[in-house]
């Protein structure tokens, strides 16, 4: 893991990578307040998986090792079958927000206060590094990276710099004001309502956006558990590849969590799991990386909005609360297309007055869930007017083409740019590099759908002059138009 900005990081530069010479003392007796490593090496990867044995981890088939891309991995040992289980970590060496607090006062406070699980694990992390040597979890926390490299840890300023061409520039900045706010609000609530068990030495705000980098970055929802969310020691040493399915879960039978592989893996192969499926931008956010490699899931958001001049935005907005959506409504766009549902959007937004009575029904397939074919072009089956169905590819294309405006931009004024970030430190070019790979990524998907959006309205102008010419009845004309605009979204 590279490292992040300085501005963020937990107070003082110490690298705990478990040390006996701290034996018995708190971080605080040691005036450490710096939690986790900042490189692998392989004395503090002994140490861990020592550590880990004594907790009951099971032999295993896979060794944490410095690998190409993700800083430390876990690397298979030996031959590995297709659905072979693996890891086998005892539920005793998993955190969830019912494990032991080392000062019970502070869980049962907390408990008692009713904290949601994030803002509760995020303080069981700070409590326990606090702890040092005292706490159980000691040689985890000291494996954690130091700086968890998430979003959260980069500085507003480099946000604004790097992201604000991308899909995921507000959300970017809204999940860093979150984390500021969910801290304010435990700050103002808990933290030093009791002082004595939340020194602001260790609550802080620092402490905190580094416990949730590591929480954003490593913890997994088991689904045989009721989804319950858990940091997964060892587990959590896996890295994510697009092109595996394969997660954790919890296995009743053995107790434990278990990996079931999806693919096979020769000795000193990276064995990787799936963080989700999520796009570049997604897995920017919460993990801090962005990936090279493109796959048919990569996706961004675009937003769609009701013109504030629309004459029935109220009875719009109506239908559109009744089916839970408000807006602006995002909508995620892939390599493969443009989902039903943001056309069925830009249709409502397009409709006029006359056809209210569908108004509904567009509402309906704009707020439907999954995958949905276009029949043809349109993403409902009843008529309207071609000039609405023009007017809706229209909004579709204009949104796009601003979304891919701002992309094409970055990335020309980047290219001017190159000398600046041969200046730039290691941590601002990995950012920089980030960003670019995000935006390239980004602009090639706009380009596929911008694509679409325009080649629609052009086929059914020409169709429409065909119909006009011929003075034949719309249906006729319609579905061979039908027939040919169903090639291009099939
Ligand atoms: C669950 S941890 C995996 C273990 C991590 N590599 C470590 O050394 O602690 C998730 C973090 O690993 C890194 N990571 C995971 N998959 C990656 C990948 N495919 N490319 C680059 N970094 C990756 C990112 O820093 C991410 O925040």
Redesign the pocket.
């Known amino acids: ?2 490292s992040s900005s300085s501005m963020l990081t937990p107070p003082a530069a110490v690298t705990v990578c478990s040390s006996s010479k701290s034996k018995g003392k708190t971080l605080e007796q040691q005036g450490v307040s710096g939690w986790g490593c900042d490189t ?1 090496t392989p004395e503090s990867a002994r140490v861990f998986q020592e550590w880990l044995t004594s907790r009951r981890l099971p032999p295993q088939k896979l060794v944490l090792q410095p ?1 190409k ?6 690397v298979s040992k030996a031959n590995i079958r297709r659905g072979e289980k693996l890891l086998y970590v005892p539920f005793s060496l998993v955190i969830t927000s019912d494990s032991e607090w080392s000062n019970p006062e502070c869980g049962s406070y907390l408990s008692a206060a009713g904290v949601p699980d994030w803002p509760f694990l995020a303080t069981y992390l700070i409590s326990e590094a606090c702890q040092g040597t005292n706490s159980p979890w000691h040689s985890y926390i000291s ?3 130091r700086q ?3 979003i959260l840890l980069w500085s507003e300023s480099e946000v604004n710099k790097y992201l604000f061409a991308s899909s995921v520039y507000g959300q970017a900045l809204e999940r860093i004001s979150e984390v500021q706010k969910t801290f304010d609000s435990m700050d103002s609530s808990i933290y030093r309502k009791h002082s004595d068990l939340f020194p602001r030495k260790f609550f802080n705000i620092q402490s905190f956006k580094w416990a949730f980098g590591i929480l ?3 913890l997994v929802r088991l689904q045989s558990l009721n989804e319950q969310v858990a940091l997964v020691p060892w587990a ?7 092109e595996v399915k394969a997660c954790l879960d919890y296995e009743e039978k053995s107790n434990t969590i278990i990996l079931t592989t999806d693919q096979a893996y020769q000795p000193s192969e990276q064995v ?1 799991i799936s ?1 989700g499926e999520k796009s570049k931008g997604e ?1 920017l956010l ?6 090279v490699d493109t796959h048919p899931g990569d996706s961004l958001n675009v937003s769609l909005s009701l013109s504030p001049n629309d004459e029935m935005l109220e009875a719009k907005q109506a239908v559109l609360h009744e089916y839970g959506l408000s807006t602006p409504c995002k909508y995620p766009v892939t390599i493969s297309g443009i989902p039903s549902q943001l056309f069925a959007f830009a249709y409502l937004a397009a409709s006029p007055s006359t056809l209210q009575s569908y108004y509904s029904e567009m509402a309906a397939v704009a707020a439907s869930k999954g995958g949905l074919k276009l029949d043809g072009f349109r993403p409902f089956a009843f008529d309207v007017p071609l000039d609405v169905d023009i007017q809706a590819y229209q909004t579709v294309l204009d949104t796009i083409e601003a979304a891919l405006r701002k992309v094409s931009k970055y990335l020309e004024d980047k290219g001017k740019d190159n000398i600046v970030m041969s200046n730039e430190s290691d941590a601002k070019n990995a950012k920089l590099r980030m960003a670019s790979i995000l935006c390239t990524s980004e602009q090639r998907i706009l380009q596929r759908a911008q694509y679409i959006a325009l080649i629609v309205p052009k086929i059914i102008r020409t169709k429409l002059r065909e119909l006009l010419a011929r003075k034949t009845s719309s249906g006729d004309g319609k579905s061979s138009l039908l027939y040919g605009l169903r090639k291009l979204f099939n």
């Open positions: 893991m590279a692998y690998v891309s993700g800083g430390r991995g876990l494996a954690l990276p968890p490299e998430s954003f970055s490593r959590d040493m896996l890295n994510h590849s697009s990787f963080y897995i919460s993990y801090g990386f962005v990936s």
